[in-house]
């Protein structure tokens, strides 16, 4: 192969690989440096999607000029380094890392090679979930757990007996039954989502650093020095295969051993399947991303191997990866990228937020160019400054976050956030709230266009007054061009003053007179959550609804009395009464009654002292509905006193599952709670309607 310089000289591959070796050495620098923080100091520096670019480029490199290709790379090497406190464990067998498929595209080519190999149409494979944890092996000799140790740099691990036996569901001997003289069990220790934020919680209350994610948790927790420490933290552990077995007939085939451990008490993850070829690989990949979610723990992919273990031995292994198996992972949901300023918002309520304005980056398959900080304290404990590389994390529907600053990336014109003492909307004095954190403009929604505008949004928005159509621009040019003073003047604005906006026609402008018109027929919760009074949401609306039935009732109400409200705190108590003590709000809620909105007022529960029909019950919407909205179905449940929640969980007691219900209703059966199809709902709320 000859490549020409400028498009004049012939040039040698020899001289390209010579121009290559500075970025091998480079790529081989950082690669070797991140691994030791990833699986050694268990504090990753950049994301794994970073990590995986750079590994793939060195490895691409390797393959197209085999002359530049050392035998300690970090393309043939597993893990990182051993800490000095732990006592070295070399492995029987070595704990080899898997080869990697980031595209549909890979997961066939994976098959084919298996399907040519094996001289058969399609493989036949064990497809597992990817634990973002830390890998350890499991010794037992004659049933008794006698060392545990971590994956290390896959030849030899760290002894972490002392620390594995304080994990409740690792058994530290196997039932008390024909056991085998040596088996040696591979998984992963991880952290679920919820013990992870309970310990961050902990460490805040405690002084003490927090973790950066679970898999760093459960890292850094197993790795104490002090086992009791461990013991404290809530640990788990899933096993996904068998490197020795002496004195056991293990089954022929990947998917039966998962189920020979399980019976022997290990702890193995239930989402597991036998598929086929590539449509059984994909099909196994779109179901777990669908609910990826709602498990409990993180993973960051799925893992196929190959299930019959006479064709594993048959396909055997490469340096550092076995040929029959691959890791699908997801789409990155954290990556690198450079904060280009930090403006600041102001809500509905005042407060004011810092957004960071970042380089565009594809990032949980989305573009992503804002991601919010949320206040000043938070900006100061990632230690993030204008011009920073920054680690962005999206997942699923979540608002992107900025995880933390690659501080040793700062440029020498990097310059930190400075919360400005004034609105930058109406030019406001500023004062930080008596929890010590958020900022709040001073102006109020009279003065500040922002809470103007912000609060008019959520007025119309769906959930509340719900009035199709009145979007975002046209409050923009309502406020700007001073066509309405506060939310009680649409009501009274009339076809000129609707047409007086830029490219409103009049067939728009009746439409949405006629939207207006709807909606002054409301509920009193959706009046109550369409004020906008801060710290009542849509829940807490429909239970002072529920609770006291009037208005009058509401706005009337003592803090103490709105304390026997079930779910409203001193918090909430405080600021429903701070709203009817202002004349301001008074005046605006008479002036939107004066304006036609009305709505059935009724005993309330506080009144008759009645217990509602659905009281103590949560309910969990999933599915479509034929003959109401989920909206509807949630008011419907509200009003006889239920609760409604958007996840499954120990606490929920009823389902209601339309057409395709998808895994919250899986995770329902899982739990044992009642599913009530749309006609058992029908007939369970039918009386209400009367």
Same mark, same amino acid.
């Given at each position: 192969m000859r490549y020409r310089r400028k498009g004049k000289f012939p040039v040698s591959q020899t001289i390209c690989e010579r121009n290559l070796r500075g970025r091998v050495a480079w790529l081989r620098k950082e690669l070797n440096r991140h691994a030791h923080a990833y699986h050694t100091l268990d504090a990753p520096l950049i994301p794994d999607a970073e990590y995986d670019r750079l590994f793939r480029e060195l490895q691409r490199i390797e393959e197209r000029y085999p002359a530049l290709l050392v035998s300690d790379s970090p393309t043939h090497r597993v893990g990182g380094g051993l800490l000095s406190r732990f006592e070295p464990v070399r492995h029987a067998i070595p704990m080899r890392s898997l080869q990697n498929a980031l595209s549909p595209a890979e997961v066939e080519a994976f098959d084919?090679?298996?399907?040519?190999? *094996? !001289? #058969? /149409?399609?493989?036949?494979?064990?497809?597992?979930?990817?634990?973002?944890? *830390? !890998? #350890? /092996?499991?010794?037992?000799?004659?049933?008794?757990l006698i060392r545990a140790a971590t994956r290390g740099d896959g030849l030899a691990g760290e002894d972490v007996t002392a620390n594995i036996r304080a994990i409740r569901g690792i058994p530290p001997y196997l039932p008390d039954m024909p056991v085998p003289s040596v088996l040696e069990v591979r998984g992963e220790v991880l952290m679920f989502k919820a013990?992870?934020?309970?310990?961050?919680?902990?460490?805040?209350?405690?002084?003490?650093?927090?973790?950066?994610?679970?898999?760093?948790?459960?890292?850094?927790s197993l790795r104490q020095k002090d086992a009791r420490i461990t013991a404290k933290r809530a640990l788990h552990f899933f096993a996904y295969s068998v490197a020795l077995a002496e004195g056991?007939?293990?089954?022929?085939?990947?998917?039966d051993t998962l189920g020979c451990l399980k019976g022997l008490g290990i702890p193995v993850c239930d989402r597991h399947r036998v598929v086929r070829g590539v449509s059984g690989m994909m099909g196994f990949f779109q179901d777990v991303q669908a609910e990826r979610e709602q498990l409990p723990y993180e993973i960051d992919g799925v893992v196929y191997k190959v299930d019959a273990f006479q064709e594993q031995d048959k396909l055997g292994f490469l340096s550092r990866v076995p040929r029959f198996a691959v890791a699908h992972k997801f789409a990155p949901q954290e990556a690198l990228t450079k904060v280009l300023g930090i403006d600041v918002q102001v809500g509905r309520t005042g407060v004011l937020t810092p957004v960071a304005r970042l380089q565009a980056i594809f990032v949980g398959g989305v573009t992503v160019t804002n991601a919010t900080l949320h206040n000043e304290d938070e900006?100061?404990?990632?230690?993030?400054?204008?011009?920073?590389?920054v680690i962005v994390r999206r997942a699923g529907d979540v608002i992107p976050e900025i995880l933390a600053s690659v501080s040793e990336r700062r440029p020498k014109d990097a310059r930190p956030f400075v919360m400005p003492q004034e609105c930058p909307v109406c030019g406001a004095p500023v004062a930080r709230e008596e929890d010590g954190i958020a900022v709040r403009c001073s102006g109020g929604w009279m003065r500040c266009a922002a809470q103007k505008k912000s609060g008019l949004q959520h007025f119309v928005s769906r959930k509340a007054m719900d009035v199709e159509g009145l979007g975002e621009q046209l409050i923009e040019q309502l406020v700007d061009k001073g066509v309405?003073?506060?939310?009680?003047?649409?009501?009274?604005?009339?076809?000129?003053?609707?047409?007086?906006?830029?490219?409103?026609a009049e067939k728009s402008a009746r439409n949405i007179m006629e939207a207006l018109q709807r909606s002054r027929q409301t509920t009193l919760a959706r009046f109550l959550y369409a004020l906008g009074i801060r710290h009542v949401g849509e829940s807490t609306a429909h239970t002072l609804a529920d609770?006291?039935?009037?208005l009058t009732a509401i706005a009337g109400a003592t803090a103490a009395q709105l304390c026997e409200v079930t779910d409203v705190g001193p918090v909430v108590a405080a600021s429903v009464r701070a709203f009817w003590d202002n004349p301001d709000n008074v005046r605006l809620v008479e002036a939107l009654k004066s304006g036609g909105i009305t709505w059935e007022e009724r005993a309330g529960a506080r009144q008759d002292d009645a217990v509602l029909p659905l009281s103590g019950r949560v309910f969990v919407l999933t599915g479509t509905l034929e003959s109401m909205t989920r909206e509807d179905a949630a008011e419907r449940i509200q009003r006889m006193g239920g609760r409604v929640s958007g996840v499954v969980s120990a606490r929920t007691t009823d389902v209601v599952a339309g057409q395709n219900a998808g895994s919250k209703l899986r995770k329902a059966e899982q739990l044992g709670i009642a599913i009530l199809g749309e006609s058992d709902f029908l007939q369970l709320t039918h009386h209400d309607q009367n």
């Open positions: 084919r090679r298996i399907a040519e190999s *094996l !001289a #058969v /149409s399609e493989g036949v494979y064990s497809a597992e979930l990817k634990f973002d944890g *830390l !890998a #350890v /092996s499991l010794r037992y000799e004659d049933g008794n013990d992870f934020v309970r310990l961050n919680e902990q460490q805040r209350r405690e002084g003490l650093k927090e973790f950066s994610n679970p898999r760093n948790a459960a890292a850094g056991l007939a293990l089954p022929p085939t990947q998917s900006i100061r404990r990632k230690d993030v400054w204008i011009g920073d590389t309405i003073n506060n939310v009680s003047d649409l009501y009274r604005l009339d076809m000129d003053g609707w047409c007086s906006l830029a490219r409103m609770y006291f039935g009037t």
